[in-house]
């Protein structure tokens, strides 16, 4: 996969998605996730794919069905922030 965004960037993404999995306790459909929806829409399906990805090889999360389970603890966070957080992100980045 070609990539337009650093490593730096895709860990902090990473890191934006399992804080808001652990807000929503730890389980969620992807669908419903701000922070995914905001890597979907800025990012594209490739760089969301590959984000989560990532996330299963580093055993980080499981996918069960249409869910995604956190496997670990992670500090929560405010979805709503996170989004912003992870947009924001990707806008400096792409441009």
Same mark, same amino acid.
């Given at each position: 996969?070609?990539?337009?965004?650093?490593?730096?960037?895709?860990?902090?993404?990473?890191?934006?998605?399992?804080?808001?999995?652990?807000?929503?306790?730890?389980?969620?459909? %992807?669908?419903?996730? #701000?922070?995914?929806?905001?890597?979907?829409?800025?990012? /594209?399906?490739?760089?969301?794919?590959?984000?989560?990805?990532?996330?299963?090889? /580093?055993?980080?999360? #499981?996918?069960?069905?249409?869910?995604?389970?956190?496997?670990?603890?992670?500090?929560? /966070?405010?979805?709503?922030?996170?989004?912003?957080?992870?947009?924001? %992100?990707?806008?400096?980045? /792409?441009?």
């Amino acid at each position: 996969m070609s990539q337009r965004y650093s490593s730096q960037t895709s860990a902090r993404l990473a890191m934006l998605l399992l804080r808001e999995l652990a807000y929503r306790g730890g389980r969620a459909k %992807l669908r419903y996730l #701000k922070t995914y929806r905001a890597i979907l829409e800025w990012g /594209g399906e490739d760089y969301a794919s590959y984000i989560l990805n990532r996330l299963k090889e /580093g055993s980080l999360v #499981k996918v069960e069905g249409d869910y995604v389970a956190l496997t670990g603890r992670v500090q929560p /966070g405010n979805p709503i922030k996170l989004a912003e957080e992870a947009r924001a %992100l990707l806008i400096r980045e /792409g441009s």
